[in-house]
């Protein structure tokens, strides 16, 4: 029995499952607000007693880099580290990997259902496969075949510097450097829900770029997480909001331009997946045509990102999946 966890700065999903019946059937699972617990510990042992299941191994995704079998989370205060999981549960096993790195290992046993195209390119048999997911941050990783298996890889991609295109995204930049006193602007900054949905609909609203209504300031006075609010205004047909709408536009660009970069860097011409819990919410927009133009604007390289296929991850769960297919496939049971 091996115990898969997908932590995160706003959620913690724990699962278990079972080597007979593999990473497509859970035998009991809970989600936690992850602020509410001082340690993964604490949150682990509550769970076990809970569900009266007894474990022996464990892999744990967790959103920020690993090191040395030891974690912080980027947007958390837990520092988690694996041997002292290991003595506190009496586990033979506990792996930890970036969170990333657990949804792109999860990317090989994908059902189609778990998944929506949209461009199907023409994808190179074995190419390297890039994965970007914006929710709380944004998190990157990618994958490589390595003796016929894909291999996931860890990247901190999401923190390389912000590199506006066109005048609204350089007055973005400006607005984050002079305004709001950033040192560092990185793209989690500005394509992420938690962190860069509100400094987006700020500038935009800050600058003139269009009027935040009555209504909308007071919806989002009233809410302890403005993301959903400017979502929900942005893609309502009875109450939409002109800068919402415009948020997301924004958030959209960033993301594509993103997207293509991050192709580049790895040429995967494999494929790109979008993770995380942003993207199925705005299917309807990546839709559009602006998303992929902005993937694709890269002057001479047009055309090789046209050919790469585009999915969005549909399965909430593709990180608990993927870490799960790792404790079994790294540490098959004797």
């Known amino acids: 029995m091996l115990l898969a966890g997908d932590i995160g700065g706003t959620k913690t999903v724990l699962a278990v499952y079972s080597a007979e019946t593999g990473t497509n059937v859970q035998i009991t699972q809970k989600t936690y607000p992850s602020a509410r617990y001082g340690s993964l510990e604490s949150m682990v042992q509550e769970f076990l007693e809970a569900r009266h299941v007894s474990v022996d191994r464990a892999c744990f995704a967790v959103a920020g880099p690993v090191f040395g079998g030891r974690a912080q989370i980027t947007n958390l205060s837990w520092v988690i580290d694996a041997d002292h999981l290991k003595k506190t549960f009496g586990w033979d096993q506990v792996d930890l990997m970036n969170d ?4 792109a290992y999860a990317i090989p046993i994908l059902e189609p259902k778990d998944v929506y195209l949209l461009s199907p390119g023409k994808p190179v048999p074995g190419g390297n496969i890039s994965v970007l ?34 005048a609204l995204q350089m007055g973005l930049l400006k607005y984050l450097w002079e305004t709001q006193g950033f040192e560092h602007v990185s793209y989690e900054w500005v394509c992420s829900g938690g962190l860069g949905i509100p400094n987006l609909y700020n500038y935009l609203k800050d600058s003139g770029y269009a009027v935040e209504p009555e209504w909308l300031a007071k919806a989002l006075a009233d809410s302890d997480d403005p993301t959903p609010v400017i979502f929900n205004c942005a893609l309502s047909q009875d109450n939409p909001s002109e800068l919402c709408r415009a948020t997301l536009d924004l958030f959209v660009a960033i993301l594509g331009a993103e997207a293509g970069n991050q192709a580049l860097k790895v040429m995967a011409t494999g494929g790109i997946y979008l993770g995380g819990g942003i993207p199925p919410r705005i299917l309807s927009k990546l839709q559009e045509p602006a998303f992929l133009e902005a993937l694709r604007s890269k002057g001479r390289f047009r055309a090789l990102l046209a050919d790469i296929p585009v999915s969005v991850i549909l399965n909430p769960q593709a990180g608990l999946m993927g870490a799960a297919a790792f404790g079994f496939n790294h540490h098959p049971a004797p």
């Open 133 to 166: 997911a914006p929710g709380t941050g944004l998190g990157e990783a990618f994958l490589t075949v390595e003796n016929g298996k894909y291999v996931a890889h860890a990247s901190e991609g999401g923190h390389v510097d912000f590199a506006p295109v066109g």
């Open 100 to 103: 990333l790195e657990a949804v």
